[in-house]
């Protein structure tokens, strides 16, 4: 590992900044273990790389230039991150190991979203559960580095070596006890030359990193202070809707607008790819004025397609099973997903200022590098005369992988010659937004003599678009071929990803997509919260033909000891097998990815069949090594949530082109009265390396919640939502 | 087009704009107002819960007009300066937001569910129905309870 020094000391000297960048870690890869007496089940591409690792792997030519700190003259240190934070906790995380290297209290840090950095290439992309485990050792360096530049320039300035020198809460501590505040050496740390390398501390050492600390910017979000897209004032970006299509992909045949035009407050009106544009001096009249325009449409993608016709192409193209199930016990079952919106609360929103030879963006961006190349394709500039920023997302859940609203704005602002401030509709963003691929899953599992034999596992999806790439243009354009292309990106990702954590002799598992002509993006977790939801319903079916308890089934089948001890710690926290009232039952599920594992158990009231809550729920999360436990309880808590909303009522329904739902009255994500009423979140000992977490909630709990409303009623589901009537009137076309 | 005076966060305010704007852009998009956030406009998702006259009401679907010589009040005037609110204390101790966007709605519910109940049970917190797609119910629940006790 080195350090090298920034070379744009001439921009620091001036700010009076310690700016560093600092080198690459190093890539390891884990051997997964292997249990006795069962039928051991080779390795599986997702144990042996997963796509964490690819990701950090694709990273790694650049992870030198990936952390950029700076020590500002009032003794604040900012981190300037390459990653979009959208509630996982990323910015707090990342402040806590800069805290610690520096042995600075954590309120002196901050954290700013880098802008689009086209140098950065594959690194900077958020997803796949990745920032911690890419940025964790990036970081680490370079406050490392930061601390040693700050003990030298002391050395310096005080005639003492640096080995007598130590840090302490923000400040350098001479060896007669006096102590220099790091404000007070940054010029000096930032005029020194040469190299200063530094390894960060042992993590035996850490004091802040591994406790529960509060966000960074929770205050400002409870006092109606924080700043999200449409929060930025933008000189003369107003406010601004589209009119959109009666069917995904439609586009605009006609437009009268001369009632519209005549209202108050609108400014301008325009016809742009994606429809009609409108702008206004308040979002109010420029929704009013979008709906007084005429318009006539030239069809969409997908008119002709409703649920029926998606599902069935779904079962015809599940690949076969290549067991038999003639000679063997055998446990056969098959189950369809629907699709789900993202919906998170923010809509698509964008801020976007095209001139005839500049542009700038202000968005929620999950891949801001192939967002600023596409948008300089679009409106005609070259590349580096578009900026980028990278505004905090108010949710994502896979959703802001996808930059459209932000182009949709750039083209808006070119099309209509103004500064435009985007906001989509709830409706806008459940009709015409992305959404989570509808799955048909065909599993089945023989078994004799007390051992699983073989596992298969057959995944039809309607196509996953994954055309952001790794975050910049060329594996974007991969990811858009016709050959290869995208099926080759979901494949990799699928394989990477999913990963059946039990010895269940043969495992295969393969993924077939259809390709449709709709807006799909990757669903915190990906493939795994359908794959793997349905797999751990099966595991309890296949307990039960098996004559085993659930929870004893999965001990005896999982791999590693680590596995089992977060099961053994649901099971006896949660107090498995204890006696619950009729129409009340338990529910286990089990899940191990991204070198991360959880168990979930919960307790769930499903006396009204049609009317189930869960009622409790208990999780254990071992990640290898929590750096803020409190972040992480919240992102297992939020994937808990995700669970009972997808598996028990929420979900869209596809007809004749476009999604019924329209809003959060009729897309059915949990709300207060869905919600556990306790639950408890047991956090395992670190003892290795940062794993994923922000996805690693969902199919353990969807599995969990499956397997107890199953026992609870009897009734086994095999389509998610369980609960999913068309309920409401759907709002006109 | 018409004028209306009402009162926000304790100043007065004069805005010119269609009668049945809703309160929530007069907020936003002329007054600068940016706590009360947009989730749906149809008063479902809950997003802007704001008080008005100390009752809670959802600013996407209160036109303006009605607000005429009222006092509303949104997130940002809920504490005293740099004391905060009970339940805001409460929502920092428990680290309730996630991304945030819909806390300053949930807080504001909070605050009105708490005058009319002093200890609320689960059933009366369960109506509160503004959603949180991060998911953060649970501790929502917590902050609420550990709201009462220091209001008790």
Known sequence: MTTRDDAVSDGLARRHFLTLLVAAPVLTIAVPGTASAVIPTLPQPAEIRDLGEILILAGTPTAGALAVLEVGADGIVTLELPRAEVGQGITTATAMLVAEELDLPLSRVRVRLADARPELLFNQLTGGSNTIRSVYDPVRHAAAAARARLLAAAAKQEGVDASRLSTRDGSVILPDGRAIAYGLLTSAAASLTGVFAAQPKPESEHKLVGTAQSRIDARAMVTGQFKYTLDHDVPGAMPTVVRRPPTINGSVRSVDSAVAEKMPGVLAIGVVPTGVAVVAETFGQAMAARDALKVT????????????????????????????????????????????????????????????????????????????????????????????????????????????????????????????????????????????????????????????????????????????????????????????????????????????????????????????????????????????????????????????????????????????????????????????????????????????????????????????????????????????????????????????????????????????????????????????????????????????????????????????????????????????????????? | MPVYTFVVNGSAVTVEAPADLALLWVLRDKLGVRGPKFGCGIGVCRACTSHLDGAEIQPCVTPVASCAGRSVTTIEGLADGDTLHPVQEAWLEQDVPQCGYCQPGQIMAAVALLKEKREPTDEDIDKIANVCRCGTYFRIRQAIKAAASKMG
């Open chain 1, 297 to 733: 449409w030239n069809p969409g993608t997908i008119d002709s397609l409703s649920d029926v016709d998606i599902r069935a192409k779904l079962h015809a193209a599940a690949l076969p099973f290549v067991v038999p199930p003639l000679l063997t016990q055998h446990v056969d079952a098959e189950f369809d997903f629907a699709f789900v919106s993202h919906a998170p609360m923010e809509t698509n929103s964008a801020i976007a200022d095209v001139r005839a030879d500049r542009a700038e963006i202000w968005a929620g961006l999950k891949s801001p590098i192939v967002a600023q190349q596409t948008i300089a394709a679009a409106v005609g500039l070259p590349e580096s005369a578009v900026t980028v920023h990278v505004v905090q997302g108010g949710g994502s859940f896979g959703r802001r992988l996808f930059f459209d609203g932000a182009l949709e704005a750039a083209q808006i602002s070119k099309a209509l010659n103004r500064p435009v401030k985007l906001m989509w509709s709830r409706t806008d963003d459940m009709r015409h937004g992305r959404a989570r691929p509808a799955t048909h899953h065909k599993l089945r599992a023989t078994f004799g003599l007390g051992n699983v034999l073989t596992f298969e596992h057959r995944v039809a999806a309607v196509e996953t678009d994954f055309r952001h790439g790794l975050g910049e243009v060329l594996t974007a354009t991969a990811a858009s071929l016709p050959v290869g292309g995208n099926l080759s990106f979901a494949q990799t990702v699928f394989l990477t990803t999913v990963n059946v954590p039990y010895n269940f002799g043969v495992v295969t598992s393969l993924l077939n997509e259809v390709p449709l002509k709709m807006h799909t993006a990757a669903w915190r977790s990906v493939y795994s919260a359908n794959t793997r939801g349905a797999e751990e319903i099966l595991v309890d079916e296949l307990a039960a033909r098996m004559g085993k308890d659930p929870v004893a089934f999965r001990r005896e089948f999982l791999k590693t000891a680590r596995q089992r001890a977060v099961l053994d710690k649901v099971a006896s926290a949660g107090q498995w097998g204890r006696s619950l009232p009729r129409g009340f039952a338990q529910g286990v599920g089990f899940h191990d990815e991204y070198q991360s594992c959880t168990a979930c158990l919960v307790e769930i009231d499903a006396r009204d069949p049609k009317a189930p809550r869960v009622v409790k729920a208990v999780i254990a999360v071992d990640v290898g090594r929590p750096i803020n436990p409190r972040g992480l309880q919240a992102q297992m808590l939020g994937g808990l949530t995700d669970a009972i909303s997808t598996t028990l009522r929420a979900g869209l329904h596809i007809d004749r082109g476009l999604p019924l739902e329209g809003s959060y009255s009729q897309f059915h994500y949990a709300r207060q009265k869905d919600a556990p009423l306790d639950v408890q979140i047991h956090v395992m000992p670190a003892t290795g390396s940062p794993g994923g977490a922000g996805e690693l909630g969902v199919p353990a709990a969807v599995g969990a919640i499956a397997n107890a409303y199953a026992r609870a009623t009897g009734i086994a589901p095999r389509s998610f939502p369980i609960i999913f009537p068309v309920d409401f009137e759907p709002f006109p076309r």
